[in-house]
């Protein structure tokens, strides 16, 4: 995980929300953060992530009920 993107989770408090989701939706987010080539690309999908991870009913854009809903 690079380390903005856990500086960002720490900072917000959302590790524990990013460590609860799937592996494959972690590995998503920090594949699609890490390739986007501009720096203000990567903080703009940082925010997105970071916005999914705090309401906990999205992922991607799309409704996400989680296990325990």
Known sequence: MPDFV???????????????RPP?????YLGWIS??????????RLAQMVEELA?????MKMAYRGADR
């Open 6 to 20: 856990r500086q960002a989770l720490v900072d917000n408090k959302l590790m524990a929300a990013f460590e609860a």
């Open 24 to 28: 494959y939706q972690r590995n998503d």
């Open 35 to 44: 390739r986007a080539k501009k720096p203000e690309t990567q903080l703009r």
């Open 55 to 59: 309401a906990g009913d999205r992922y």
